[in-house]
């Protein structure tokens, strides 16, 4: 396995982990994974842009806040309703 490789399944398994921390309620790994250097940027989809490390922190704590209030069985993906051609009646 070359550097970059290695690099990058580390990388992968540790992002993975700490989503599924924040799934749990923890944001402390992915937290740790960000940079806190400005200028730091998020734009999440379900809340204004968060400028700045206080404000990305906060946004990341409180995403964990909210998934740690749901019990397990609401993370479920639910599965997607086969939609159904029009049919056609008539001579075309």
Same mark, same amino acid.
């Given at each position: 396995m070359?550097?970059?490789?290695?690099?990058?399944?580390?990388?992968l398994?540790r992002?993975?982990q700490?989503t599924?921390?924040?799934?749990?309620?923890d944001?402390t790994?992915?937290i740790e994974?960000? $940079?806190? +250097?400005?200028?730091v940027? #998020?734009f *999440?989809a379900a809340?204004?842009?968060? /400028?700045g490390w206080?404000?990305?922190?906060?946004?990341?704590?409180?995403v964990?806040?909210l998934? $740690?209030? +749901?019990?397990?069985?609401h #993370?479920? *993906?639910r599965?997607?309703r086969?939609? /159904?051609r029009?049919r056609?009646?008539?001579?075309?």
């Open positions: 070359s550097e970059l490789e290695d690099f990058l399944a580390r990388t398994q992002h993975a700490a599924t921390g924040v799934r749990n309620g944001a790994a992915i994974m960000l $940079s806190t +250097r400005d200028p940027t #998020l *999440p809340q204004p842009a968060k /400028r206080a404000e990305v922190s906060q946004a990341f704590q409180r964990a806040s998934y $740690s209030k +749901r019990h397990a069985g #993370l479920r *993906p599965r997607r086969r939609q /159904r029009p056609l009646r008539g001579r075309l």
